[in-house]
Nanobody, 120 residues
Framework: QVQLVESGGGLVQPGGSLRLSCAVS????????MRWYRQAPGKQRELVAT???????NYADSVKGRFTISRDNAKNTGYLQMNSLKPEDTAVYYC??????????????WGQGTQVTVSS
């Protein structure tokens, strides 16, 4: 009954911007952490950005200064704002959230992935 639905991917030109969304639905109490990963064909999965409920954020060196992770608690939605996009940012992007359910369980869920293509 808990789902993470991603949206916002697409095709953009180098230097463009895109905002990815990760909407959490279901009976949850809180989001303890949200992370964005990406994977390009033939490459390992890469951790892009992390947000923790403690207030800390962290970014991969390759995206630092260009990407921003955030969330809207009222909407139970996380975001990844991507600016100054480069062709090497092309990948499938996945959100991952550590959730506390109303049952008291702490569980991690994955979004379905969204394609980001940066090309001239």
């Amino acid at each position: 009954q808990v789902q993470l639905v991603e949206s916002g991917g697409g095709l953009v030109q180098p230097g463009g911007s895109l905002r990815l969304s990760c909407a959490v639905s279901g009976n949850i109490v809180r989001i303890n952490a949200m992370r964005w990963y990406r994977q390009a064909p033939g490459k390992q999965r890469e951790l892009v950005a992390t947000w923790l409920s403690t207030g800390s954020t962290n970014y991969a060196d390759s995206v630092k200064g260009r990407f921003t992770i955030s969330r809207d608690n009222a909407k139970n939605t996380g975001y990844l704002q991507m600016n100054s996009l480069k062709p090497e940012d092309t990948a499938v992007y996945y959100c991952n959230a550590h959730l506390v359910l109303v049952s008291g369980q702490a569980v991690a869920y994955w979004g379905q992935g969204t394609q980001v293509t940066v090309s001239s």
